[in-house]
């Protein structure tokens, strides 16, 4: 179990803030994947994956990165700080 | 040094008193106000950010900034939630023994709080709700530190 956590238009497309997941992924693409093959709203959310930027455990991280070990993992548009 | 993420107001001069203390010859400050760029229509700023997060990306862009340049002092104030046009969102100051490092510094954290810490802007208008995208010179501003 990983807890999965979305933030901005990411968040309203998936339709919710956090959730647990259970996962047999080894990396974060491979979780998205996962993800995609489960319902159309993380096919609208993960349709362009030039615009998803990934956190583990709030580290950034790039979607080859293995899962080994994390808690939670984030997943949000490019940041607008500032 | 500090780094405070949060929903209030802040005041600049309070802020300020004391920062840098004795040794700093220059502060430089910056702040962000929150700006109607669409003919007066923008109602608000909403601004989310990565609770969990926030606070830990901002120490690390600071300590950053603080390894490359020789800082007295060095503060980042974040806002988050719903701003009305012309409200701060933010502000950053550093203060140095001369005016170089100060700003160099200052353009730094700005650069890097863009499109290295974890908020994200809508905007709200008349229209409706629209998320602020980040801009491809957000990302190459980066490239020059």
Redesign the interface.
């Given at each position: 179990m990983i807890d999965v956590?979305y933030?901005?238009?990411v968040r309203e497309r998936v339709g919710l803030p956090k959730e647990q997941v259970e996962t047999s992924a080894t990396t974060v693409a491979g979780l998205i994947e996962e993800l995609r093959a489960r319902e159309e709203r993380y096919q609208l959310a993960f349709s362009d994956m030039s615009a998803i930027r990934v956190?583990l455990d709030?580290?950034?991280v790039d979607v080859d990165a293995p899962l080994a070990g994390a808690r939670?993992v984030?997943f949000?548009?490019?940041?607008?700080?500032? | 040094m500090s780094v405070r993420v949060q929903a209030e107001d802040f005041d600049m001069a309070h802020e300020l008193a004391g920062f840098g203390g004795s040794s700093a010859g220059a502060i430089v400050t910056f702040t962000g106000i929150v700006r109607d760029t669409k003919a007066a229509d923008l109602q608000a700023m909403e601004i989310e950010h990565y609770p969990a997060m926030t606070q830990s990306a901002l120490e690390a862009i600071e300590a950053d900034a603080r390894r490359r340049w020789s800082l007295d002092d060095c503060l980042i104030v974040h806002r988050f939630g719903r701003l009305r046009p012309a409200e701060r969102i933010m502000m950053v100051a550093t203060a140095s023994a001369h005016r170089a490092d100060a700003f160099a510094a200052a353009e730094f954290l700005m650069d890097y709080l863009k499109s290295r810490a974890p908020f994200w802007k809508k905007e709200i208008t008349r229209d409706g709700e629209v998320w602020v995208e980040s801009k491809a010179a957000d990302e190459t501003a980066l490239e020059r530190w």
């Open positions: 956590v933030f901005a238009w956190a709030q580290t950034l939670e984030a949000f548009p490019p940041m607008t700080g500032g | -």
